[in-house]
């Protein structure tokens, strides 16, 4: 705004003539002085002494701010609040469900572990009378199982109905009509299992497996086994039989057997003395051979007998003699031990025979 003290324009309407007073309106001041004296300096604005217009309408609107931001304020605090209360409710009821998972996901894990635990432990089982006893086996059929002397995998079938007025396997066939090879319980429950059709088991003194003793040349180490009847009652037995077989078996560490480079190390005896140079699971009893030399699935394709490799990777020859004629085993011998890095065990099975000849 542009004044001048001594020329000024004024409203008409607003100007009042005294004799010694004029009164000017500008804007929100009032400017009073004498015609004739000078006119009084401007007063300069100050928030404190000058009261505006304005003042009314703005200490309003404050008291109003005031209220909303102390209303803000409370909305603030109560989502807070409401965040945190329902914050640690959402945080515990997680944890509470992850724990009840984890509790779950455990029981499932610890009910998997204890299946898979018995059926290990059955498939380990060596007979079916361990099947039952030890692991409450009572369901008839077919059963993976181990061998008693060579410890290989095999099934088995176990009829755990108890016979007690049948003795023999003729009664079992003829009366009722049970025709599968396993395992059956004649003569009541304490009777026990008894393997139809009949089978006639001719024990020895070392069926379990056992270490050769270390030495270099062919043969040089031998073992005799010890019948548990006598060698006449044996053959009585064989020949009234229609097939017998018996279980031999060599492992070995860098130990030759039968056919390395032309050099023969192991070899089995007949029951007549007869020395034998194939292996168990030879059907065509060609000398130099063991069972993979007759299936063409050695450790090494050239060679006959997997222990032939004379590596130092630990393995094995294993199968049935079944040669009627030959038959019990009398007497096992190795050689190709005398390095401090080659060794072998050999394991010799029961005589079996069954059927009527």
């Known amino acids: 705004m542009s004044y001048s003290w001594h020329h000024y324009h004024a409203n008409e309407e607003c100007r009042r003539q005294s004799a010694d007073i004029v009164t000017l309106p500008m804007d929100d001041y009032e400017i009073t002085y004498q015609r004739d004296s000078a006119p009084p300096e401007r007063p300069r604005s100050n928030s404190k002494e000058v009261s505006r217009t304005t003042s009314t309408p703005n200490g309003a609107i404050s008291k109003v701010n005031g209220k909303l931001r102390i209303i803000f304020s409370l909305l603030v605090v109560f989502f807070v ?23 779950r996901e455990l029981l499932v894990d610890e009910t998997r572990t204890l299946k898979r635990n018995l059926i290990n432990s059955a498939a380990g089982s060596r007979s079916c009378s361990e099947l039952r006893d030890s692991h409450g086996v009572s369901a008839t059929g077919h059963y993976w199982t181990r061998d008693p002397f060579s410890g290989a995998g095999r099934y088995i079938y176990c009829n755990f109905q108890v016979y007690s007025d049948i003795f023999t396997c003729a009664e079992l066939s003829s009366r009722y009509n049970e025709s599968e090879y396993g395992y059956y319980l004649l003569g009541g429950a304490t009777g026990g299992f008894r393997y139809c059709p009949a089978v006639t088991e001719i024990w020895h003194d070392s069926m379990d497996e056992r270490k050769a003793t270390d030495c270099e040349a062919p043969d040089c180490y031998s073992h005799v086994p010890q019948y548990s009847i006598s060698t006449d009652k044996i053959l009585k037995i064989i020949n009234g039989s229609k097939q017998c077989r018996q279980y031999i078996k060599f492992r070995c560490i860098g130990a030759m057997l039968l056919n390395h480079a032309g050099t023969r190390f192991g070899s089995w005896s007949s029951r007549n003395g007869e020395l034998m140079t194939y292996w168990g699971g030879v059907p065509s009893r060609r000398p130099g051979l063991c069972a993979c030399g007759e299936r063409g699935s050695c450790f090494y394709k050239n060679q006959s007998c997997n222990c032939d490799n004379n590596s130092l990777n630990m393995t094995q020859d294993e199968g049935y003699l079944t040669d009627k004629s030959k038959l019990p085993v009398s007497k096992m011998a190795f050689g190709d031990m005398g390095d401090s890095t080659e060794s072998g065990w050999h394991t010799l099975g029961k005589l079996e025979c069954s059927g009527a000849a």
């Open 81 to 103: 609040v409401t965040l945190a209360v329902f914050g640690v409710q959402f945080h515990w009821t997680s944890r509470l469900n992850i724990q009840d998972i984890e509790l």
